[in-house]
């Protein structure tokens, strides 16, 4: 069947054209900021001035959080799991199931995945999360992540709409434009080590609009 020029099946190959462009896109991106990442100096600054940041939020407030486990040159997480219990509140970590991501409650015993990644020991938690801090390889100011390709975090935060999904990255991972998938979840919320930006507004390093761009 023929609709104007293009014919159904002609159709569907554009867009497979397409969406194979996207996904050609991100793994060459991924490629570029692992090497920006593993080049990346003054991690324990920016650590603190993460953490700073991510206080000054909104989102801080929160009673519950998912936390990443930060793992090689990841923006480190430690300082922000120490913060958050300290202030009483709940934290969960994320673990593999297969090709599920579950929330467990953070505590002092690990296992290793096999990437070396630390995952918490525990039963998993399905009730209501809050805030998931997601980690990423890159991301831009419409809110579109660029993770590892797995899509765990996707399809997590596709099963808990209700969980605010909030980026927290050293600020060099912000870039113009990442490609975008229909299966993609953006960052409600964008920390760095010197801004905080929600998608679609810029917001200064003091939380005062600063305009968009």
Same mark, same amino acid.
């Given at each position: 069947?023929?609709?104007?020029?293009?014919?159904?099946?002609?159709?569907?190959?554009?867009?497979?054209?397409?969406?194979?462009?996207?996904?050609?896109?991100?793994?060459s991106l991924r490629r570029t900021m692992k090497e920006r990442?593993?080049?990346n100096e003054n991690r324990d600054v920016k650590e603190t001035?993460?953490?700073?940041?991510?206080?000054?939020?909104?989102?801080?407030?929160?009673?519950?959080?998912?936390?990443?486990?930060?793992? =090689?040159? $990841? &923006?480190?997480?430690? /300082?922000?799991?120490? +913060? %958050?219990?300290?202030? *009483?509140? !709940?934290?969960?970590?994320?673990?593999?199931?297969?090709? =599920?991501? $579950? &929330?467990?409650?953070? /505590?002092?015993?690990? +296992? %290793?995945?096999?990437? *070396?990644? !630390?995952?918490?020991?525990?039963?998993?938690?399905?009730?209501?999360?809050?805030?998931?801090?997601?980690?990423?390889?890159?991301?831009?100011?419409?809110?579109?992540?660029?993770?590892?390709?797995?899509?765990?975090?996707?399809?997590?935060?596709?099963?808990?709409?209700?969980?605010?999904?909030?980026?927290?990255?050293?600020?060099?991972?912000?870039?113009?434009?990442?490609?975008?998938?229909?299966?993609?979840?953006?960052?409600?919320?964008?920390?760095?080590?010197?801004?905080?930006?929600?998608?679609?507004?810029?917001?200064?390093?003091?939380?005062?609009?600063?305009?968009?761009?």
């Open positions: 069947m023929i609709t104007d020029k293009f014919s159904f099946a002609d159709t569907f190959r554009f867009v497979e054209r397409e969406e194979r462009s996207a996904a050609e896109r991100k793994a990442r593993g080049e001035l993460l953490l700073e940041n991510f206080l000054r939020t909104e989102a801080a407030g929160k009673e519950s959080f998912l936390v990443y486990l930060s793992f =090689s040159s $990841e &923006a480190p997480t430690d /300082k922000l799991v120490e +913060t %958050l219990l300290a202030q *009483g509140r !709940r934290v969960y970590c994320p673990r593999m199931a297969g090709e =599920s991501m $579950e &929330a467990v409650a953070w /505590k002092e015993d690990f +296992t %290793l995945s096999p990437r *070396g990644i !630390r995952e918490p020991v525990g039963e998993p938690f399905s009730g209501k999360i809050d805030v998931a801090v997601l980690p990423l390889l890159a991301v831009d100011e419409r809110g579109v992540r660029l993770g590892y390709g797995g899509g765990c975090y996707d399809r997590f935060l596709a099963a808990h709409p209700e969980t605010f999904p909030l980026a927290y990255c050293f600020d060099f991972q912000i870039v113009r434009e990442v490609p975008e998938e229909p299966f993609d979840r953006r960052a409600a919320l964008i920390v760095s080590d010197k801004r905080i930006l929600v998608p679609g507004g810029k917001f200064s390093d003091s939380g005062g609009k600063s305009g968009d761009k």
